[in-house]
């Protein structure tokens, strides 16, 4: 079923326009990525020495590649439509890791706010941002001893004009639900939200002017959330996604929409992209059999069977002993039938369709207009 789904070798989008702001500009010469694992491409497994077992990585890498995918991940698939290569980790130091064109610093499991002693990543939004500064630090400090580094690193002027993405804040909510009552995860989304402006104005304080914001999908119709909160049908609603997630992550893209028109107004020579990843996910869930799938929010590998296929006791790829019984949590045949992979994360197949729905700019704020058009070729 996932394999009728379409996408067009060449289509033309167009450059959104803001008053009194840079337009944006496809021709990036490098993307500085932060995040969690909806993005991390390596950094918690070189980090952390993190173990992805096989079949993380089966579709397209053949292989565990880092990310918490069988495939690629919507950053992947975003890169290469603009003739940019896959992000290296930033932490991943064996081989001769190039950062011409950029640098990834999301790591799975992280939050915005700073991390704690029972974080699962210890690498929050504050210390990514940390990290970029020593990066570029470095950069410079390489480019000034020759051109033996150029192959390498990034040049300096790609600081300016590179591409800063962000898709982060999903840990924050969801890890906030096993402790807080849903008025308080409400009520914590200003705090988090100011950590994150933070952060972006270190940024912007030194030399970044491009930034696309992607907001967080429905929590709560991921099979993780369903599992622990769910057990009640009244707490669901009519796809069978947990109500109060869904609630608090329009909440906090409500509020993460109206800063990022704030940080435009302030911004007078950048670009801020708002990107309403929310709505093209829910979209999918909603409409999944008309995209080509056949499950809306079952695993594709995982252990217990449908309708989630999910249990919180293994993991996609492990195998353990359970009730008595030794057992294996694995990965579908098809998984462009799902949209899930592991209860967590998407597949490489939903991943592709959340890419060129982000892609038609009809998503973004501002969106996508057709006063400049430009060819962009894609790839996927």
Known sequence: MGTHRVFLAAVIFFLPIAAAAAPVDFNYPAIFNFGD?????????????EILDPPYGQTYFLRPAGRFCDGRLILDFLADAMGLPFLNAYLESVGAQSFVKGCNFAAAGSTILPATATSVSPFSFGIQVAQFFRFKQRVIEL?????????????????????????????????????????????????IL??????????????????????????????????????????????????????????FNLQLHALCTKLQAQFVDANVTYVDVFMIKSDL??????????????VCCGYGGLPLNYDSRIRCGQTKTLDGSSVTA??????????????IHYTDAANQHVSSQILTGKYSD???????????????
Request: charged residues 20%; negative net charge.
């Open 37 to 49: 694992s909806n993005s991390d491409t390596g950094e918690l497994v070189a980090g952390l020495a």
């Open 143 to 191: 480019l000034a001893k020759g051109n033996k580094f150029k192959k390498y690193v990034p040049a300096a002027d790609f600081f300016n004009q590179g591409l800063y993405m962000f898709d982060i804040g999903q840990n924050d909510l969801a890890g906030a639900f096993y402790s807080k009552s849903e008025d308080q995860v409400i009520a914590s989304i200003p705090t």
């Open 194 to 251: 100011f950590e994150f402006e933070t952060g972006v104005k270190k940024l912007y304080d030194q030399g970044a002017r491009r930034f696309w914001i992607h907001n967080t999908g429905p929590l709560g119709c991921l099979a993780q959330n369903i599992a622990q909160f769910g057990r009640d049908s009244s707490k669901l609603d009519e796809f069978g996604c947990v109500s109060s997630h869904n609630h608090a992550a329009k909440l």
């Open 285 to 298: 869930i909603a409409n999944y059999s008309r995209y080509g799938f056949e499950h809306p929010i079952a």
């Open 330 to 343: 694995k990965g579908c045949n098809d998984s462009a039938d799902y949209i899930s992979w592991d209860g």
């Open 366 to 380: 501002p969106p996508f207009s057709d006063r400049m058009p430009f060819l962009l070729q894609l790839k996927f």
